[in-house]
Structure formats: C-alpha cells, structure tokens
C-alpha cells in the first residue's frame, strides 16, 4: 500500500508538471530539449501531458479496482502501445503544427529563432539564477523580452 502511494504521488506530480508546460507555466523542459547537440529532437508538451494524465489515472484506478483486472487491462493496452510506439512517433513527427501549438511561447520561439539561437538561449537558462527563472516562468512576456535581449547580445558581429 505505501509503494502505491508513493507511485500514486509520483504520477500526480508528473502529471501537474505536464500541465504547467502546456500552460507555458513551466519552461525548463522544453529548454532543456534545445540543450542536445546534433539533430534537433522533437518535443511535444501535449503527447507528454496526455501520457502523465494516463498514466495518473492508470495508478489512480488501483485504489478503487481489483488489482488483477487492472493489471490484465494495464497488459492488454500496453502492448499495442509498444508495437505501435514507431507510428506513433511518426504521426506526431507529420503532424507537428497540431502538437506544438501549446505552449504559445514554444511555437513564437520555433518561428523567430533558428537552431543554433535556440541552444543559445537553452544554454544561458541555465545561468540565469532560481529566482529570475521562475519570473521567466510565470511571466511570458517578460522571458519574449529576456529572449530578444539574448538573440541581440549573442548575435552581434564585431
């Protein structure tokens, strides 16, 4: 029981943090995708909130349902979802205006900046201190403002 409390919690937490980026709320895990070299990967806040949601409720049903029909459930689902794991991803890969449009700031980002400003901008996050980020996060307009000051300074050729 207190295993299925902590997993309860876990995904609880999971699932606000979901909800917190696609409100654009929360800005570190779509930063932190910019952070990788090489070829650019793609992040979608809304198939990470559907996902965290599902899984919520999955955990959740185990306080209220026999454990042995919502594991065999839990098998029968999880199964198609590993073999069409593949599809999926490249659906959502062809499809990428419906699952980037939330957070707004994410797609204004996508559409001024090319790939190098946005590792940039990844990048010097990070030095920015608690504080000032979790302004960042809240305020969008204010990270819009934050954001041009640093395609300015780091663009600059002397």
């Given at each position: 029981m207190?295993f299925?409390?902590?997993v309860?919690?876990?995904a609880?937490?999971?699932?606000?943090?979901?909800?917190?980026?696609v409100?654009?709320?929360y800005?570190d895990?779509?930063?932190a995708?910019?952070?990788v070299?090489?070829?650019?990967?793609?992040?979608?806040?809304?198939?990470?909130?559907?996902?965290?949601?599902g899984?919520?409720?999955?955990?959740f049903l185990?306080w209220?349902l026999d454990?042995t029909v919502?594991?065999t459930i839990?098998?029968?689902?999880?199964?198609?979802i590993?073999?069409l794991?593949?599809?999926i991803l490249?659906?959502v890969?062809?499809?990428?205006e419906?699952f980037?449009?939330y957070?707004?700031?994410?797609?204004?980002?996508?559409?001024?900046?090319?790939?190098?400003e946005r590792?940039?901008?990844?990048?010097?996050?990070?030095f920015l201190?608690?504080a000032t980020?979790?302004i960042?996060?809240?305020n969008?307009p204010?990270?819009?403002?934050?954001?041009?000051q640093?395609?300015?300074?780091?663009?600059?050729?002397?």
């Amino acid at each position: 029981m207190f295993f299925l409390g902590i997993v309860t919690i876990a995904a609880l937490i999971m699932a606000l943090r979901a909800i917190l980026v696609v409100a654009g709320v929360y800005k570190d895990p779509v930063l932190a995708t910019f952070e990788v070299y090489g070829e650019e990967r793609f992040f979608s806040p809304l198939l990470m909130l559907i996902t965290w949601v599902g899984a919520f409720a999955y955990v959740f049903l185990y306080w209220y349902l026999d454990p042995t029909v919502l594991f065999t459930i839990g098998m029968i689902l999880l199964f198609p979802i590993i073999g069409l794991h593949q599809p999926i991803l490249k659906f959502v890969s062809r499809h990428p205006e419906f699952f980037e449009q939330y957070p707004r700031w994410y797609q204004q980002l996508l559409d001024v900046t090319d790939r190098d400003e946005r590792r940039r901008i990844a990048y010097l996050w990070l030095f920015l201190p608690p504080a000032t980020r979790m302004i960042y996060n809240v305020n969008t307009p204010s990270f819009m403002h934050w954001m041009e000051q640093v395609l300015l300074t780091v663009n600059q050729n002397p």
